[in-house]
């Protein structure tokens, strides 16, 4: 839990020459692990953050929590009321609130443990990318249990992140995301549409427009596994199985809907590539059977490894796509 200690502000700690970083925190009922993710914040090489926190209406101590380390981290730490429509409408709040600003952004999660180079290995990256390109930093896992203890990794994904990808999966959580002001931007000029998550439309958003995308195969957060988790791993042959029941329940199909509806009233942001391959897509899944899996192939999209592969051209033969 939160010691009474005064934590000076990051210009007096190494800092001049850190690029500023705004640490996008949506919290609901997170009073269990809260404390400790802050403490890993603070332990973070780069020192040069701001914390930003859009509280979705907890009921329990978290707002006390926040409260106690405002006192000690002063303007370091910032807490805005969120709009209460769900963790993806949460994290978007922040990106479109234009009160906040920095060089570099990353997405926090409440009940995770950051290793203290995370933003430094980010930003290590990120700063070597054109600043008027949207740029997305995102990375594998180390998992670990409610308590901690390590429990493996999440997947190594090893094909190449792109909007053929994107438009059919998310590689990467939003616990492990930071981008730079232009993906911010970007996202705020795509509107508000109704997504599936906040990670998965980054990702779509940076790949179709024209941005560069690195996926970190050495993790940098512990994410924790628990029964609260919103999404939880994918690693295990469990949950692959369970994705591949989804693709046949038509959860795969809804999501699908969801987000080519999003990208569709943004289509002008995209590049031509990126609208070739989304009409190609969109046209496929309205066709016959044989149509929707040509077409699928014709797009030339494709998800990480062989089962998903596999529940993607299953969807495309079922109509589930």
Same mark, same amino acid.
């Given at each position: ?109 409440? $009940? $995770? ?209």
């Amino acid at each position: 839990m939160h010691s009474c200690v005064s934590y000076p502000p990051p210009e007096n700690i190494q800092a001049a020459n850190q690029q500023p970083v705004a640490v996008l925190l949506a919290t609901y009922n997170g009073e269990r692990y809260l404390a400790e993710q802050i403490e890993s914040l603070l332990s973070q090489t780069h020192r040069n953050w701001t914390l930003y926190v859009s509280d979705d209406g907890s009921c329990d101590s978290t707002l006390d929590i926040l409260e106690r380390y405002r006192v000690d981290m002063g303007s370091r730490l910032h807490i805005f009321q969120g709009p209460k429509r769900g963790f993806a409408a949460n994290f978007l709040s922040m990106i479109a609130d234009d009160a906040i600003t920095a060089d570099y952004f990353a997405f926090c999660d409440q $009940d $995770d443990l950051w290793h203290p180079d995370k933003l430094e290995r980010a930003i290590a990256w990120l700063k070597l990318q054109p600043s008027n390109r949207p740029v997305l930093y995102c990375s594998r896992t180390r998992l670990v249990s409610e308590h901690g203890d390590p429990l493996g990794f999440s997947p190594l994904f090893r094909k190449p992140p792109s909007f053929r990808n994107a438009i059919v999966q998310s590689i990467a959580g939003g616990n492990t995301m930071v981008f730079n002001a232009a993906l911010k931007n970007l996202v705020s000029e795509s509107g508000n549409p109704a997504i599936v998550s906040h990670d998965w439309w980054l990702y779509m958003l940076a790949s179709g427009c024209n941005g560069k995308i690195f996926y970190d195969p050495t993790p940098a957060v512990d994410y924790r596994q628990h029964n609260a988790n919103l999404i939880g791993s994918n690693v295990s042959l469990k949950s692959r199985l369970k994705r591949l029941r989804n693709v046949l329940s038509g959860h795969f199909l809804a999501w699908n809907e969801i987000n080519l509806e999003a990208l569709e009233g943004c289509k002008h942001l995209l590049s031509d590539e990126s609208r070739q391959t989304l009409e190609c897509f969109s046209n496929a899944r309205r066709t016959h059977t044989l149509g929707r899996v040509s077409g699928t192939l014709r797009s030339g999209i494709y998800r990480q490894g062989r089962l998903e592969s596999l529940a993607l051209f299953t969807a495309a033969l079922l109509r589930k796509v």
